[in-house]
């Protein structure tokens, strides 16, 4: 898409998710992390728990408005599978590498293909976009208005009525959930060692269906964006579908819980919800209203989204992979040196390791802002 016809607002929404991914994901110590920066410990939300179906919802808008341009400029749909494709792949390749770096070339790693987690971020990316394109080329928003439904009917049927082992079924606690045994079963020993449980994976394979519909609901956002009709009823419109899938979400928690790691049903719908609110936010602002300046910080985060987020996971890991015994006889990684030195000292252990963070993401929108000077734009 060039750069004329893009949808800034759509970039800067991207950027901002990316960055909250950021900030979220690098405090300067976890044991002192102010609570709406954690995800929610398993029934609930908080606002890091926004940001990953957020990022999903932005891909579904961007799948349904570059496919539609594909396709007025002459592509044909087996065209754009193949892209889709290869871009999924690439995806998926970058989250293993980005989970294998740096492949126990360091005394400080190890490495094992038997234990190495095959599910994370970039994965389920590349799986929501795969299955996601599949439905968009062959429907029309009808039928993705039904592929949303029975994938999350479908998957509410699986939690509440498939039998666990040893626990029966419609359990949803940490243990004993459909989804934990399925990991357990298909990925034994791939799994996410941080995981609420032994064994189960938050970007597990059965969650990954109401995953799906989050990418979906996103590509019907997208259609809306398509409409012959004006930005501010466009923003009106984005608005009226979020505060709907909000209602929807919070009146069906009398029956299923949200929770991000089940990535139930309610979560799918709510944080869809949220996402349509948001970007009804930065689309009257920024292409009904004009008002493009402020999120300019945002625009370049997010003409290289991926990169950075990759970037950020390879400095993150090298920062607590490099260490030293200092003169105490104790191990000291670059990333605590860095906090304890200069963050520490600063008093309350939530703001330092806030501070930290919001360092952390600085010096990636300066790689950015670098690349976005030079009009490097990587894309998958």
């Known amino acids: 898409m060039s750069d004329s ?24 110590s976890w044991g002192h992390v102010y609570p709406p ?54 995806l998926f390749a970058l989250g293993l590498l980005l989970t294998a770096f740096p492949f126990g070339l360091v005394p400080t790693h190890t490495f094992s293909l038997h234990t190495m987690r095959i599910p994370g971020v970039l994965q389920r990316i590349a799986i929501c976009y795969l299955v996601a394109s599949a439905i968009v080329v ?61 064994g189960f994976d938050p970007e597990g394979i059965l969650s990954t269906i109401p995953a799906i519909a989050t990418t979906l ?62 970007y009804a936010l930065f689309y009257g602002l920024m292409e009904a209203g004009e008002w493009k300046r402020w999120a300019k910080p945002f625009i ?21 992979l490099v260490q030293w015994t200092n003169l105490d006889g104790k191990k000291v990684t670059l990333k605590g040196f860095v906090y304890d030195g200069a963050f520490a000292p600063i008093g309350e252990p939530r703001l330092a390791s806030l501070l930290f963070a919001i360092v952390f993401v600085g010096f990636t929108f300066a790689v950015a802002l670098l690349m976005w000077r030079r009009r490097w734009f990587i894309k998958l």
């Open 5 to 28: 016809s893009r949808l800034v607002s759509l970039d800067a929404f991207r950027g901002a998710t990316v960055a909250g991914m950021l900030l979220v994901n690098n405090p300067g």
């Open 37 to 90: 920066l954690l995800h929610a410990p398993w029934h609930g939300w908080t606002f890091t728990d926004l940001v990953f179906p957020c990022f999903l919802w932005i891909v579904g808008v961007s799948m349904t408005l570059s496919f539609s341009r594909r396709l007025e400029e002459g592509a044909n749909r087996r065209m754009l599978i193949k892209h889709v494709w290869i871009r999924s792949f690439l």
């Open 138 to 198: 062959r429907s029309d928003w009808r039928d993705q208005v039904k592929w949303v439904v029975g994938l999350l009917l479908t998957y509410w049927i699986l939690l509440c009525w498939i039998p666990v082992p040893g626990y029966g079924a419609g359990v949803l606690d940490p243990v004993g959930n459909v989804p934990g045994w399925i990991d357990s079963a298909l990925l034994a020993g791939h799994t996410w060692t941080g995981a609420p449980a032994p």
């Open 217 to 278: 609901m996103g590509c019907l956002a997208g259609r809306l964006l398509r409409e012959p009709m004006g930005d501010w009823s466009k923003a009106f419109y984005l608005m009226a579908a979020g505060v709907v899938a909000l209602f929807v979400g919070a009146v069906l928690v009398r029956w299923m819980p949200i929770n991000k790691n089940l990535w139930t049903p309610t979560f799918a719908i709510f944080m869809a919800g949220w996402s349509a609110l948001f």
């Open 300 to 320: 370049i985060y997010g003409r290289n989204a991926i990169a950075m987020f990759v970037l950020a996971g390879l400095l993150a890991k090298g920062m607590s």
